[in-house]
């Protein structure tokens, strides 16, 4: 297998790579950053191949790292060796995985989101946390839910830190982004239930109906929902505290929402 060979962090692809921690150049390029080999065969099996693949000198060695370089070299991508230092700098982290991909971003029109799609579809109003965010995903992937909408001003599902959260559903699960405005029009046309949570809600989530195919409209850390979104809903629920803490954190709760309507 051969590679282009790169050993200084002033390389301009290695600055380039380093620079998509940053969600202005994250925004700018179109581009994100995946880390570890699973998470890159990932990409590939779902149609996303690497525009640049990096890798440590004993990743060679790997069985799935040939994969990886020929689906990269048949998208026209680079290949590219570094060493230990440049992959640490590149992760930030002091252990990093031996392979890094760089995909497009693969965002999905919110009219493309339609009731046929899927028995579940997750919207998240203003979530802050890229650790919830890529945890959500993950479960959205999980449950078989058709999309995730991001409503509003959210955090980057595409940040290094939501990518390593998702465990490779980032490129399973469909990503919208839309702006309170469009997401309460396209809500007026959708055909199934939307079914949000409100601490102050009566019904517990065990006992709502949940008629498909339903939306998870969840409010974010701090707030939960606001009144403008929470009467979009056609019924918000409570998910019943036993013991002393009096919320949950916003990806377990909206786990248990996106089973309960996917049950």
């Not at 070299?73 to 680079?78: E, K, L």
């Not at 579940?120 to 479960?139: K, Y």
């Not at 309170?180 to 396209?186: G, R, S």
Request: proline share 4%.
């Amino acid at each position: 297998m051969s590679s282009r060979v790169i050993t200084s962090l002033s390389n301009d692809t290695v600055k380039a790579v380093r620079a998509l921690h940053m969600r202005k150049e994250r925004d700018e390029t179109g581009l994100f950053v995946a880390e570890g080999l699973k998470n890159v065969i990932e990409g590939i099996d779902t149609g996303h191949a690497p525009t640049i693949l990096m890798h440590g000198p004993d990743a060679t060695d790997h069985p799935m790292m040939r994969k990886a370089v020929d689906a990269t070299i048949a998208a026209r991508g680079q290949v590219i060796e570094v060493t230990q230092d440049i992959l640490a700098k590149v992760s930030r982290r002091e252990n990093p995985q031996a392979v890094v991909g760089v995909f497009p971003q693969a965002f999905v029109a919110l009219g493309d989101v339609a009731a046929g799609v899927a028995h579940c579809v997750v919207a998240l109003h203003r979530v802050r946390d890229p650790g919830n965010l890529g945890t959500i995903i993950r479960t959205a992937d999980s449950a078989g839910c058709g999309a995730v909408i991001l409503v509003g001003e959210c955090c980057d599902p595409y940040s290094v830190e939501a990518v390593r959260a998702t465990m490779g559903s980032i490129f399973a699960v469909p990503l919208v982004q839309a702006t309170e405005d469009a997401f309460a029009a396209w809500r007026g046309g959708w055909t199934g239930s939307v079914i949000g949570t409100l601490l102050s809600a009566e019904v517990t989530h065990s006992d709502a109906t949940y008629a498909k195919p339903t939306v998870v409209l969840m409010g974010n850390e701090q707030q939960g929902l606001t009144p403008d979104m929470a009467a979009l809903c056609d019924v918000n629920v409570k998910i019943p505290m036993r013991g002393r803490a009096d919320s949950l954190n916003l990806s377990v709760a909206t786990g248990i929402m996106i089973y309960a309507a996917t049950a």
